[in-house]
């Protein structure tokens, strides 16, 4: 029966495009994917429909915003999907932590990882990184570029997580491996051609560089932590050790060790920097809304703690960012069989894409879509597709780990620095972003800082 059904399987129509096409295209600078990818993908979906085939001649596409089949990849049948290719190029950075990493042996990591993200252990970090935040809005007043302050943020935060301590004399190094990295793979994954990742070209070998500069800080870091076995368990590299001793007989491979922490590292501080950046930009020109923050956090504040399980509105503005800039713009999984979807077939190795920056913005599922209104994810006003059509950190059983963790950091930097602060936007600066294997501001984007009274 399923035999019979795929061969009866229609391909989905979609753009006719030849490798010359996409050469040609390429030759010209980034191809539209990156450019915009909103218009990209809502372009093919207006002319097209909800599930498009493309084949560029080095590989074929499925392109889709089709909810069931999206519940289908990601909720209901993950097991039926391999990560997509662009992941192959990520691990030449990552390794095989657990954004990369599959089947049982991903099950295993999971499992190492999640106890650091419990809801008690979340709670007791809420302090430092009210600390981080606090030290951050010290010295601002008059105009501050709200990426690099956001970056700087959201990696202080990751680095106190992950090693129990700021890394201050490392952030500089730190962060440029993340950026070169981010760019390196994300221009190999939009190459139909390339050269081996092993052949000594210039771009190669700066990569290695930079990768070898992050691995020396992140083996030392580990090797420290081997020789002073008393710190175990205070933090997640603590933890992630003693479950490695536990699991392999009093041994750390710690080549693992790394490609988790790194894994974490980055999405840790990369993508949650880029979203509190622009949840800045956005509240900047809302200073009515600024203040319902304010109040909100004053009414679930007792003790001196604020309760931000009582603040749906600051969830609301996080959430509407993620919404409109959603750092995970796209993502992607491979099909392991041939399938058949509303009489469409689906071949076996095929890339399954969802534009999540379109899916996030598609009038059939949002009112406004491209206005910023918090209020769609507030209690009754919340609109149907918050459960269905949103998914910043991904869905199902491979949901971001540490979505948790990014949402209650950004709610404590907003509420921090509009404790200090109003902000307001400068004339004639609109946010640049870069779409690479996750977005972010290609250049400083300014806000005013007028300190409270």
């Given at each position: ?5 795929i ?23 980034d ?6 990818p ?9 002319k ?42 990520a ?30 252990r ?25 990426s690099?302050?956001?970056?700087h ?5 990751i ?26 793979i ?24 930079h990768?070898?500069?992050?691995d ?10 081997l ?14 050790l ?25 999405a ?7 979203t509190l950046?622009m ?45 409109l ?19 469409y077939l ?39 597709s ?17 979505s ?11 509420y ?21 294997f ?16």
């Amino acid at each position: 029966m399923a035999d019979t059904a795929i061969a009866a399987g229609k391909i989905p129509p979609g753009p006719k495009i030849t490798p010359l096409d996409l050469a040609a295209e390429l030759l010209k600078g980034d191809p539209q994917i990156v450019r915009d990818p909103y218009a990209y993908f809502s372009g093919l979906h207006e002319k097209y429909g909800d599930l498009v085939y493309s084949d560029f001649g080095v590989g074929s596409f499925y392109i889709t915003d089709n909810l069931a089949l999206i519940r289908k990849i990601f909720v209901s049948e993950p097991r039926n999907y391999a990560k997509a290719d662009a992941y192959l190029e990520a691990a030449h950075f990552l390794g095989n932590g657990i954004l990369n990493s599959e089947g049982d042996f991903w099950q295993a990591q999971r499992a190492m990882v999640q106890p650091a993200f419990t809801k008690s252990r979340l709670n007791a970090f809420m302090a430092t990184m009210l600390e981080t935040g606090r030290h951050a809005a010290q010295h601002l007043q008059g105009q501050a570029d709200v990426s690099g302050l956001a970056m700087h943020i959201a990696l202080e935060n990751i680095c106190r997580f992950l090693f129990g301590s700021d890394f201050a004399a490392n952030e500089k190094t730190i962060r440029a491996a993340v950026e070169f990295g981010n760019n390196f793979i994300s221009r190999r994954i939009q190459m139909p051609f390339k050269l081996p990742i092993y052949f000594p070209s210039l771009s190669n070998l700066r990569f290695f560089w930079h990768r070898f500069e992050l691995d020396q800080i992140l083996y030392r870091i580990i090797d420290e932590r081997l020789a002073s076995p008393q710190r175990e368990n205070r933090d997640l590299l603590g933890m992630l050790l003693a479950a490695e001793k536990e699991s392999q007989g009093g041994k750390v491979r710690k080549e693992q060790v790394r490609d988790e922490i790194i894994t974490l590292l980055i999405a840790g501080h990369e993508t949650t920097g880029f979203t509190l950046a622009m949840a800045l930009w956005l509240l900047a020109a809302d200073a009515g809304l600024q203040q319902r923050l304010r109040d909100e956090a004053d009414a679930a504040t007792a003790g001196g703690q604020v309760d931000f399980e009582k603040c749906p509105l600051s969830e609301a503005v996080v959430n509407e960012t993620l919404r409109l800039y959603p750092a995970a713009w796209i993502i992607g999984r491979r099909l392991k069989a041939d399938e058949v979807f509303e009489g469409y077939l689906l071949k076996k190795g095929a890339q399954l894409q969802t534009g999540i920056i379109a899916l996030h913005r598609n009038p059939r599922y949002w009112s406004e879509p491209d206005r910023f209104k918090p209020e769609r994810f507030l209690g009754e006003n919340a609109e149907p597709s918050v459960k269905q059509a949103f998914m910043p950190f991904g869905a199902g059983p491979r949901k971001c780990i540490g979505s948790v963790f990014a949402m209650l950091e950004m709610q404590t930097a907003i509420y921090t620095l509009l404790q200090k602060y109003r902000l307001s936007r400068v004339a004639g600066y609109e946010p640049k972003i870069e779409y690479l294997f996750t977005a972010r501001l290609k250049e400083a984007l300014p806000v005013v800082f007028e300190p409270i009274a």
